[in-house]
């Protein structure tokens, strides 16, 4: 069995700033600061994170467990009128050719599509409502299980597990994400990545994350396919090293070697390290 985890802001919808907007609106709430969203990345991060540094930089101070509380909740009510908002302003879209992908991937029996995402439970199912994706999802991983995002993809395969009565591998675990976190995230877990660059990710550090696959969105099915070994690759690519060709160059050098540009960079990165510790720098 194949587990495929989504995100949801940047690779299933965009939700035209609702988030931040209902963010806003709480901090505001709270603190008397408006607009605090526009002073850091919400990008990649989890709820429970951005959160924490919102209240932080409006109110000067950690939230305590009680006050970040009131905060998730506050947010909580604000979030569907300001998803409402993005829907009638025509700026809430679903990424191109995503509901595809999940209407084929939904048919197989070999696959189980669920959510690796940093909303909150309740967060992530308002925000998803408008595109009707959210029958897609039997279970998933949320913000409100971890503020790292790994540990949230890991709870999302061990939800697979229970559903599945049996244990899955990681090398079947397959993460779908826009920023280069979502990279790191399922990385560090063990899991297969792929990433879109029409989300909400930085292309440049998306373009070094070491993605097995990087690609437009969905427009194109087949190189997910190939990925996800559910379809073999022509040109003899091993699947795990697949990076979706920007020339045959790139094809036969990623096929070799198994290493991707992040692996190379790490490694540079510990050899100056070594360097520097050996002359007592
Ligand atoms: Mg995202």
């Given at each position: 069995m194949?587990i495929?985890?989504f ?6 919808i965009k939700a ?6 209902g963010l806003?609106?709480?901090v505001?709430?709270m603190?008397?600061v408006?607009?605090i969203c526009?002073?850091?990345?919400l990008?990649?991060a ?11 930089h409006?109110c000067g101070?950690k ?5 970040f509380?009131e905060l998730e909740?506050?947010?909580l ?9 993005s829907?009638k302003s025509g ?6 050719g ?6 084929m991937?939904?048919k ?8 690796g995402?940093?909303?909150l ?6 925000k ?6 959210n ?7 949320y913000g409100c299980d971890s503020?790292?995002?790994s ?10 597990e ?17 920023t280069?976190?979502?990279?790191a ?13 029409d989300g909400f990710g930085d ?5 070094r ?5 990087i ?8 190189p ?6 559910l379809e073999k690759d022509?040109k ?25 540009v992040k692996?190379?960079d790490?490694?540079?990165?510990a050899?100056r390290?070594m360097k520097?510790?050996?002359v007592?720098?």
């Amino acid at each position: 069995m194949k587990i495929v985890l989504f995100d949801i802001d940047g690779t299933l919808i965009k939700a035209g700033g609702a988030g931040a907007r209902g963010l806003n609106k709480a901090v505001k709430e709270m603190c008397g600061v408006d607009k605090i969203c526009d002073k850091f990345s919400l990008q990649g991060a989890t709820d429970k994170e951005n959160f924490a540094v919102a209240f932080k930089h409006a109110c000067g101070k950690k939230p305590t467990v009680k006050q970040f509380r009131e905060l998730e909740l506050k947010y909580l009510g604000f979030l569907p009128a300001e998803v409402k908002r993005s829907l009638k302003s025509g700026n809430y879209s679903k990424l191109n050719g995503v509901e595809k992908l999940l209407v084929m991937l939904s048919k197989r029996k070999d696959v189980m599509v669920g959510l690796g995402t940093g909303n909150l439970k309740e967060g992530a199912l308002v925000k998803l409502e408008p595109s009707g994706f959210n029958k897609y999802f039997a279970f998933g991983g949320y913000g409100c299980d971890s503020h790292i995002r790994s540990k949230v993809l890991m709870k999302a395969v061990e939800r697979a597990e229970k559903l599945l009565k049996a244990k899955i591998r990681p090398a079947d675990v397959y993460v779908v994400g826009d920023t280069h976190l979502d990279v790191a995230a399922a990385k560090d877990a063990g899991y297969h990545s792929a990433a879109v660059l029409d989300g909400f990710g930085d292309e440049r550090l998306v373009s070094r994350s070491g993605a097995e696959l990087i690609v437009r969105n969905f427009g194109d099915l087949y190189p997910w396919l190939i990925w996800l070994g559910l379809e073999k690759d022509s040109k003899g690519v091993r699947r795990g090293t697949y990076i979706c060709p920007d020339s045959p160059i790139e094809h036969a050098h990623y096929g070799r070697t198994g290493m991707d540009v992040k692996d190379i960079d790490d490694g540079i990165l510990a050899l100056r390290e070594m360097k520097r510790k050996a002359v007592g720098e």
